[in-house]
């Protein structure tokens, strides 16, 4: 069983940015390590993933360009997020899946997951 942690999370003005983090217990059996989103009301998002031996990253069509996956260290990885917007306010959850050829996209193929961390930004 592979725990993770956010931290990070926080209110910001529309235009500002936000570095989320997630720690791993273990990451030894992860092949992919990922961020979703969840506002209230709405399903759970996409924001991007990493394919974690590789370094390969993917993103949500709606962050692609403004936010940023980083591998800090082997049971770290980082959440850049730039010119954040009021859509972009939701709980965010980090997720590990040991499973080899998922689509990263996909939530149900993530058996792991933190307890989220709330971004909140106003106009």
């Known amino acids: 069983q592979v725990q993770l942690v956010e931290r990070g999370g926080g209110s910001v003005q529309a235009g500002g940015s936000l570095r989320l983090s997630c720690t791993a217990s273990?990451?030894?059996?992860?092949?992919?390590m990922g961020w979703f989103r969840q506002a209230p009301g709405k399903e759970r998002e996409f924001v991007g993933a990493?394919?974690?031996?590789?370094?390969?990253t993917y993103y949500g069509s709606s962050v692609k360009g403004r936010f940023t996956i980083s591998k800090e260290t082997e049971n770290i990885m980082n959440l850049e997020m730039n010119r954040l917007n009021i859509e972009d306010t939701g709980l965010y959850y980090c997720?590990?899946?040991?499973?080899?050829?998922?689509?990263?996209?996909?939530?149900?193929?993530?058996?792991?997951w933190g307890q989220g961390t709330q971004v909140t930004v106003s106009s």
């Open positions: 997720a590990g899946s040991p499973i080899w050829g998922i689509s990263p996209g996909s939530a149900t193929d993530y058996p792991y």
């Open positions: 273990d990451t030894f059996s992860l092949y992919y």
């Open positions: 990493m394919r974690w031996s590789l370094g390969t």
